[in-house]
């Protein structure tokens, strides 16, 4: 489904036109936008392609019959108000929770689902160009906190970091910059494993107004959760900006048991 961020300004507006329900022919929408015909012909060409609008055939007396137009479902998801303020709401009366446990079981929920979202959308795409390229899907870990054994490890990194640009580029679309590097060390001496573990670099935070709203590091863990939720396994936020340093690093577990930190508690 298209987001209101890909979608040119000019279009949006006569999305915003048809926002009532109401349908509306060509001569209303260029009274109302103030544009030629032309250009309202080309935004509803446009529009219609992309299954924004519908368009139906209207019949009067013994003239030509016109077309009138109105938003689709996913056209009306389009034009909908801006969900910022209602998270940044939300986000503080989540935090503000007395009950800790509910705190914790809201917030990992919440991880779960953004992460699964972006799990089942590089599982597609690597799906996809799997069927495009005529080569087998490779078998990516799926189960959450799976972890492998120490002697294959070295040969699943190249899938490891194939998969983190998958999920890299999903998070592209959500305006969250990411950047996929190999960790220079080689934890487990195997020579094989010299390029080392693949991890996610966000130079910022991807959400800074919700981040600012709390003291604690609850947005830092959350992202952490989410993705190694869409990851397959679990990852520590190995750096963190917060600390002063350059980017926020998640780095996977390769091998070894760590205790995750409790969502508000510093986890960098």
């Given at each position: 489904?298209?987001?209101?961020?890909?979608?040119?300004?000019?279009?949006?507006?006569?999305?915003?036109?048809?926002?009532?329900?109401?349908?509306?022919?060509?001569?209303?929408?260029?009274?109302?936008?103030?544009?030629?015909?032309?250009?309202?012909?080309?935004?509803?060409?446009?529009?219609?392609?992309?299954?924004?609008?519908?368009?139906?055939?209207?019949?009067?007396?013994?003239?030509?019959?016109?077309?009138?137009?109105?938003?689709?479902?996913?056209?009306?998801?389009?034009?909908?108000?801006?969900?910022?303020?209602?998270?940044?709401?939300?986000?503080?009366?989540?935090?503000?929770?007395?009950?800790?446990?509910?705190?914790?079981?809201?917030?990992?929920?919440?991880?779960?689902?953004?992460?699964?979202?972006l799990a089942?959308?590089?599982?597609?795409?690597?799906?996809?160009?799997?069927q495009v390229?005529?080569?087998?899907?490779?078998?990516?870990?799926?189960?959450?906190?799976?972890?492998?054994?120490?002697?294959?490890?070295?040969?699943?990194?190249?899938?490891?970091?194939?998969?983190?640009?998958?999920?890299?580029?999903?998070?592209?679309?959500?305006?969250?910059?990411?950047?996929?590097?190999?960790?220079?060390?080689?934890?487990?001496?195997?020579?094989?494993?010299?390029?080392?573990?693949?991890?996610?670099?966000?130079?910022?935070?991807?959400?800074?107004?919700?981040?600012?709203?709390?003291?604690?590091?609850?947005?830092?863990?959350?992202?952490?959760?989410?993705?190694?939720?869409?990851?397959?396994?679990?990852?520590?936020?190995?750096?963190?900006?917060?600390?002063?340093?350059?980017?926020?690093?998640?780095?996977?577990?390769?091998?070894?048991?760590?205790?995750?930190?409790?969502?508000?508690?510093?986890?960098?």
């Amino acid at each position: 489904m298209p987001s209101a961020d890909s979608i040119r300004s000019v279009d949006s507006q006569l999305l915003r036109a048809l926002g009532d329900g109401k349908t509306r022919g060509v001569g209303e929408l260029i009274a109302t936008l103030g544009v030629t015909a032309t250009a309202v012909r080309q935004r509803l060409e446009r529009l219609l392609e992309s299954g924004l609008i519908e368009r139906e055939k209207v019949v009067s007396g013994r003239g030509r019959p016109a077309f009138e137009y109105r938003l689709t479902e996913r056209g009306r998801w389009c034009a909908g108000a801006d969900p910022a303020e209602l998270a940044e709401a939300m986000w503080q009366e989540i935090l503000e929770l007395a009950d800790e446990d509910v705190r914790l079981r809201i917030l990992t929920g919440i991880a779960r689902r953004l992460g699964q979202g972006l799990a089942s959308e590089a599982t597609a795409s690597v799906e996809q160009a799997s069927q495009v390229a005529d080569v087998p899907t490779p078998n990516f870990p799926r189960r959450r906190h799976q972890r492998l054994p120490a002697g294959v490890v070295a040969t699943t990194n190249s899938g490891l970091a194939e998969r983190m640009r998958m999920i890299g580029d999903s998070l592209a679309k959500r305006r969250i910059a990411t950047r996929i590097s190999f960790h220079p060390g080689n934890p487990l001496g195997h020579p094989e494993n010299q390029l080392g573990l693949p991890v996610l670099d966000l130079p910022s935070c991807p959400y800074p107004a919700l981040r600012d709203a709390t003291h604690d590091r609850s947005m830092c863990e959350l992202e952490r959760r989410m993705l190694s939720e869409a990851l397959g396994g679990p990852v520590q936020l190995s750096s963190c900006v917060l600390d002063g340093d350059s980017v926020c690093r998640f780095t996977p577990e390769a091998v070894g048991t760590a205790e995750s930190p409790r969502l508000g508690e510093a986890s960098g």
